[in-house]
């Protein structure tokens, strides 16, 4: 069983002002910020776009410090996969130092971080309709 | 302007082949052989592995000069550039203009926006 992605699921952009780097990106690309909310246990802010089965995702503080500039940078990727548990097992069973698979922030997914050996790209795995979705009957 | 899709995520690596090699084996990504190889003009070597509707494409700097060997000295390995595709380059390449953005001139399909109008975001359009 080899992780076999499906598509990428989203890319980050981190910045130190997260409300910012978003409104440009959709006041000048029309890419439209979907939703907002900030990141559980943490001040940061999350904002998300989507462009088909691609999520934007704007990560960072909500604002930028008094007297910093407004800095961004592509970070990494999550790709989607069918089965994570079976994904993370294979790729330990290869060497990789890959995280438990956690509760995302999307209703009823886990992801899991792939820590090295990605060629320094941020990797993470995530599976949708992995865990009941909080509310639904 | 609208931006339709994430057409590809510019990643640089030291050694395209082992990285190709790495993606495939451990990730099941499969090259598209298609599409790639030396682009001398730019002083790079590239790769495609698609991935549902978007494609992941590796850069090798070939020179010394130029952003992607820039990157590679700076940084090493990771992720260099966004690129999303729009309909139409020309206009879009007028709309982010006309917005004080500072782009540059559209070459076969593909114009480049400068870090300084993105927040330091190195970002593609291209036009399919």
Do not use: C
Not at chain 1, 31 to 41: L, V
Request: charged share 25%; no cysteine; glycine share 10%.
């Amino acid at each position: 069983m080899a992780v076999n992605p499906t598509h990428i699921d989203h890319i980050v952009i981190s910045s130190n002002d997260s409300s910012t780097v978003a409104k440009t990106f959709q006041d000048n690309l029309g890419i439209e910020i979907k939703r907002k909310m900030i990141r559980p246990g943490t001040s940061a802010q999350l904002a998300f776009a989507k462009l088909r089965e691609v999520i934007l995702e704007f990560a960072g503080p909500p604002e930028v410090k008094p007297g910093e500039e407004v800095k961004a940078k592509l970070w990494g990727m999550v790709v989607a996969v069918d089965d994570i548990d079976a994904s993370v097992a294979d790729l330990r069973e290869k060497g990789y130092v890959v995280g438990d698979p956690t509760k995302a922030v999307q209703p009823g997914a886990e992801i899991a971080t792939v820590k090295g050996g990605t060629s320094g790209v941020p990797f993470a795995m995530i599976q949708y309709n992995a865990l009941p979705i909080e509310g639904a009957q | 302007m609208k931006a339709k899709r994430i057409d590809h995520i510019g990643i640089v690596v030291k050694d395209l082949d082992a990285a190709i090699a790495t993606y495939a084996r451990n990730f099941a990504f499969s090259r598209d052989t298609a599409r790639g190889g030396e682009v001398p003009a730019l002083g790079i070597k590239n790769a495609f592995m698609p991935v549902g509707g978007s494609d992941l494409e590796f850069i090798e700097p070939t020179s010394d000069s130029g952003p992607v060997a820039q990157f590679a000295k700076d940084r090493g390995e990771g992720t260099f550039m966004l690129s999303i595709e729009v309909e139409n380059i020309d206009a879009a390449v007028s709309h982010l203009r006309g917005l004080g953005a500072r782009v540059g001139d559209p070459v076969n399909g593909v114009a480049f926006v400068s870090m300084k109008s993105t927040h330091g975001v190195n970002l593609q359009l291209v036009q399919r």
